[in-house]
């Protein structure tokens, strides 16, 4: 197979493909570039940032994914709106406390997922909130 038949490599974390060349990091940044042409997709950040985050969480100390696996099963309950959850991560990691992992705390830990922020992304912008709703309900469903 040459090189530019190469398969898509699959994300160490959350085991999704490429798609594109990108990988789920890059994924990621175009999803959220949407918002801007996209206001009702723009108030799902939440929904989006913290999905990947808790299907990407190596590089964060696990209380801090923990408690944004919470949050966002209370947001989706509809119990906390993103500015109190602001206000709640904000105490919780203010200061010396931070939420990143030191370097040698950073495991990854392969976890296969149903849906990605791949299936997000592949969809391109249109319809891109019901995905993203659908993706955010997953996550908290196979929590």
């Known amino acids: 197979m040459s090189a530019s ?10 085991l999704g493909e490429e798609i594109d060349g990108l990988g789920c990091r890059e994924m990621l940044g175009v999803v959220t570039s949407w918002e801007w042409d996209n206001p009702e997709l723009g108030a799902r950040h939440f929904d989006i ?3 990947y985050l808790i299907q990407h969480p190596h590089q964060y100390k696990d ?3 923990q408690g ?17 959850i602001r206000k709640i991560h904000g105490d919780l990691f203010a200061g010396s406390s931070r ?22 992304y592949a969809g391109g912008p249109g319809e891109a909130v019901a995905r993203v709703t659908h993706w ?3 996550v908290r469903g196979s929590l």
């Open 5 to 14: 038949q190469a398969q898509p490599e699959a994300c160490p974390e959350c």
């Open 49 to 51: 940032v913290a999905s």
């Open 63 to 65: 209380e801090a994914i």
């Open 68 to 84: 944004l696996k919470l949050m966002l099963g209370k947001y989706l309950d509809g119990e906390l709106s993103v500015d109190r």
């Open 99 to 120: 939420v990143l992992a030191d370097e040698g705390d950073r495991i990854v830990k392969p976890r296969e997922w149903p849906v990605t922020i791949a299936h997000v």
């Open 136 to 138: 955010a309900a997953r």
